[in-house]
C-alpha cells in the first residue's frame, strides 16, 4: 500500500539517495537543475511517496520565472524530479505523486506549470504539452519536444523569454 505525505516526512539523505538511483548520480549537471539553482523545493509541492518505511518516489518542485523579451517576468512552477525506485518503476507510483502535485497545484490556484521530461508520459496522463513553450530559452540544452508546460490560463500563452530560478520566491505558495 504507497501513501503519499509531503516531501518533509522524508529523510533528505534518502531522498538524494533515490534519486541518484532513478537518473544517475550525474544528474546534477542537467538543464533543469540549472532553472532551480539557489531555490529551495516548494514544500505544498512536493511529495514523497512510501511502502511502509521505506522511501519509493519523490516528486519536487520548484519556482522559477521566465524572463519576458518585452520586459517583465512571469512566475511558474517547475515540476521536477519525478522519480520512483527502479525496482517499482511502472506501478503507479508516478502517477499518484503527479496526482497529488497536480491537486494541490490546482488548489493553490497554480496556473502555469513547466517540465522537462517524456511527452508521451507527462501529456497522456497530466495535460502537459510542447505547444506554449516555443518562445522560451532555457539555460542548458534542451530537446524542445521535452520542454513542455501546463497552462490553465492566458498569462503566459505565446510569451517569449528566458527561464530561470525565481530566487527569493521559495516562500510564495508556501
Ligand atoms: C518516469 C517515472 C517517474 C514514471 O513513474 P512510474 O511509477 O514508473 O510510472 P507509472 O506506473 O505511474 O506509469 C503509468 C503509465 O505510464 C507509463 N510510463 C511510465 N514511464 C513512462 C515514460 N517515461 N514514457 C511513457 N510512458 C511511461 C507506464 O507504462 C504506465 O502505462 P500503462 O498504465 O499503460 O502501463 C519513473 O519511471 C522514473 O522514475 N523513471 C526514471 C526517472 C525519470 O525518467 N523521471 C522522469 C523525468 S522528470
Do not use: C, N
Not at 540549472?34 to 512536493?46: E, M
Not at 517576468?73 to 499518484?96: F, K, N
Amino acid at each position: 500500500m504507497i501513501r503519499i505525505e509531503p516531501l518533509s516526512a522524508a529523510d533528505p539523505a534518502a531522498v538524494e539517495e533515490l534519486l541518484d538511483a532513478a537518473f544517475g548520480t550525474d544528474r546534477h549537471g542537467r538543464t533543469a537543475y540549472k532553472l532551480r539553482a539557489g531555490t529551495l523545493p516548494l514544500p505544498l509541492l512536493s511529495f514523497a511517496a512510501f511502502d511502509g518505511d521505506a522511501l519509493v518516489g519523490t516528486l519536487q518542485s520548484w519556482p522559477v520565472r521566465l524572463i519576458l523579451d518585452d520586459g517583465g517576468e512571469e512566475q511558474l512552477v517547475l515540476v521536477g524530479p519525478v522519480a520512483v525506485s527502479p525496482s517499482r518503476q511502472r506501478g503507479g507510483i508516478g502517477v499518484a505523486l503527479m496526482k497529488a502535485m497536480l491537486a494541490a497545484a490546482d488548489a493553490a490556484g497554480e496556473d502555469a506549470l513547466m517540465l522537462i521530461g517524456d511527452p508521451e508520459y507527462y501529456g497522456r496522463f497530466f495535460g502537459f504539452s510542447a505547444g506554449e513553450t516555443a518562445g522560451w530559452e532555457v539555460p542548458g540544452p534542451v530537446e524542445r519536444h521535452r520542454l513542455l508546460a501546463r497552462l490553465h490560463g492566458p498569462r503566459l500563452v505565446g510569451r517569449r523569454g528566458e527561464l530561470g530560478p525565481a530566487l527569493g520566491l521559495g516562500d510564495r505558495i508556501a
